[in-house]
T-cell receptor
Framework: AQKITQTQPGMFVQEKEAVTLDCTYDTSDQSYGLFWYKQPSSGEMIFLIYQGSYDEQNATEGRYSLNFQKARKSANLVISASQLGDSAMYFC????????????FGKGTSLLVTP | EAGVAQSPRYKIIEKRQSVAFWCNPISGHATLYWYQQILGQGPKLLIQFQNNGVVDDSQLPKDRFSAERLKGVDSTLKIQPAKLEDSAVYLCASLLAGEPYTQYFGPGTRLTVL
């Protein structure tokens, strides 16, 4: 069964607008971590933001925030004030358990920021 | 601080040939991962090392893929013989110990098998 679901294959947003990228997850673990990565056309996966399952506050990192709704098992990424350089693939990933367990990734969402 | 290094960046081979990829993790990162990313999909774990020991290789096609991390630092991933379906980006990542246990990725090696 798919552990991470990203239902939006592609999204468009105008420069300076905010955009939400959806992510739902499936786990029976109580302890887990949720990550968002950005992958530009160059191919490197760039870490953006992290949310732990026990964190009560939504994570924020600059223009990125994570809308964490534990009961709904969703971890949506919000990018505020979009920039042209935000155009890339975005992947949601989950680490079940603690420490160094491998990540399960979704299929990604392609974001295109237009002028 | 230097990031995760990978080489080569691109490789084109014919099916049934062999190929090897190299990864140098961030200094001090004990845990190293190799992921395979097929076009249009998210990365999928192939193998995970802790120092020079294998933690998880359950998804590694062992009939053709092998990996090693002899001195607990650099790692190599080998495919022999390659198949058309091995065309993918091979990503190496290393782990920063301590919460939130973030994995940092290298630039990847894009393999095309003809």
């Amino acid at each position: 069964a798919q552990k991470i679901t990203q239902t939006q294959p592609g999204m468009f947003v105008q420069e300076k607008e905010a955009v939400t990228l959806d992510c739902t997850y499936d786990t029976s673990d109580q302890s887990y971590g949720l990550f968002w990565y950005k992958q530009p056309s160059s191919g490197e996966m760039i870490f953006l933001i992290y949310q732990g399952s026990y964190d009560e506050q939504n994570a924020t990192e600059g223009r990125y925030s994570l809308n964490f709704q534990k009961a709904r098992k969703s971890a949506n990424l919000v990018i505020s004030a979009s920039q042209l350089g935000d155009s890339a693939m975005y992947f949601c990933a989950m680490r079940e358990g603690q420490e160094g367990y491998a990540l399960n990734f979704g299929k990604g969402t392609s974001l295109l920021v237009t002028p | 601080e230097a990031g995760v290094a990978q080489s080569p960046r691109y490789k084109i081979i014919e099916k049934r040939q062999s190929v090897a990829f190299w990864c140098n993790p961030i200094s001090g990162h004990a845990t190293l991962y190799w992921y395979q990313q097929i076009l249009g999909q998210g990365p999928k774990l192939l193998i995970q090392f802790q120092n020079n020991g294998v933690v998880d290789d359950s998804q590694l096609p062992k009939d053709r893929f092998s990996a090693e991390r002899l001195k607990g630092v650099d790692s190599t991933l080998k495919i022999q013989p390659a198949k058309l379906e091995d065309s993918a980006v091979y990503l190496c990542a290393s782990l920063l110990a301590g919460e939130p246990y973030t994995q940092y990725f290298g630039p990847g090696t894009r393999l095309t098998v003809l």
